[in-house]
Nanobody
Framework: QVQLVESGGGLVQPGGSLTLSCLASGREFRYNAVAWFRQTPGKEREFVAAISWSGVQHADAVRGRFTISKDRDKETVYLQMSNLKPEDTAVYYC?????????????????WGHGVQVTVSS
């Protein structure tokens, strides 16, 4: 089992930066792929970024602005977001799957956090 708790959301102005954290517990965390997704009302969850020991992947919409990283000692995955845009406004979710392979489909992830709100507005 893996438990995920997100933190770090909030209100930020366009062009600003924010870092989200996903604290994970569970003995399999070191070997799981962990991802960030986001969702706005009326839309499906959108892949943002994912990481495992085998590599990282970022969505085209955030590449160059967002960076996913992992601190295994702290069992935490981070999403550093910079040059934020109003269209980045969403609830951001951390997710993990019972595999080391990074994938972009939300249905492939077995564990989910409750999500944090990120609002980009002036």
């Amino acid at each position: 089992q893996v438990q995920l708790v997100e933190s770090g959301g909030g209100l930020v102005q366009p062009g600003g930066s924010l870092t989200l954290s996903c604290l994970a517990s569970g003995r399999e965390f070191r070997y799981n792929a962990v991802a960030w997704f986001r969702q706005t009302p009326g839309k499906e969850r959108e892949f943002v970024a994912a990481i495992s020991w085998s590599g990282v992947q970022h969505a085209d919409a955030v590449r160059g602005r967002f960076t996913i990283s992992k601190d295994r000692d702290k069992e935490t995955v981070y999403l550093q977001m910079s040059n934020l845009k109003p269209e980045d406004t969403a609830v951001y979710y951390c997710a993990a799957r019972q595999s080391t392979r990074v994938v972009v489909e939300a249905a492939e992830y077995n564990y989910w956090g409750h999500g944090v709100q990120v609002t980009v507005s002036s």
